[in-house]
């Protein structure tokens, strides 16, 4: 039975395995209702899924879960406006060149290797862990306190 509050992504995470037919459903349900990817996690989930190969490897339907059950544990959020900025305006300067990143949570962006990869494509430095040479932490949106 589909928890109708969550839509789909219940029924996907029911097993705790994201298999790439499931995937493919849930692409396939995303893209039928248009009107909804106006909106919060539609909107988010999405360009998440779009981003997947078509034959997606298991780290990215891991990560695929790992987003699903992120958006599920949050709930729906009726109080939220229409449109939710997610980014400082105006943007920080980032200096990227030389400069250590530390990356926590689910991000809009993509999977935590394709975030990486955008830095380390800019110069950053990734670490797995905060230091006290920790330029920059940047933590996901979704569903970070």
């Not at 928890?3 to 995470?13: A, T």
């Not at 849930?26 to 248009?34: D, E, K, T, V």
Request: glycine share 8%.
């Amino acid at each position: 039975m589909t928890d109708h509050r969550h839509g789909e992504s219940c029924d996907v995470l029911a097993d705790n395995v994201v298999t790439p037919q499931e995937a493919d459903a849930l692409r396939r349900w995303l893209g039928a209702a248009g009107w909804l990817k106006k909106f919060w996690p539609a909107n988010v989930l999405s360009q998440r899924i779009n981003q997947l190969l078509d034959a997606p490897d298991k780290k990215e339907l891991n990560d695929l879960r790992d987003a699903l059950r992120r958006i599920v544990e949050c709930g729906v959020f009726d109080d939220l406006p229409d449109t939710v900025e997610i980014f400082d305006d105006p943007a920080p300067a980032i200096v990227f060149a030389e400069r250590t990143f530390c990356l926590t949570g689910v991000f809009y962006f993509g999977s935590r290797l394709k975030c990486e990869q955008a830095v380390t494509e800019r110069g950053g430095i990734i670490r797995r862990t905060v230091s006290g040479s920790t330029n920059y932490v940047i933590v996901g949106g979704i569903c970070n306190p």
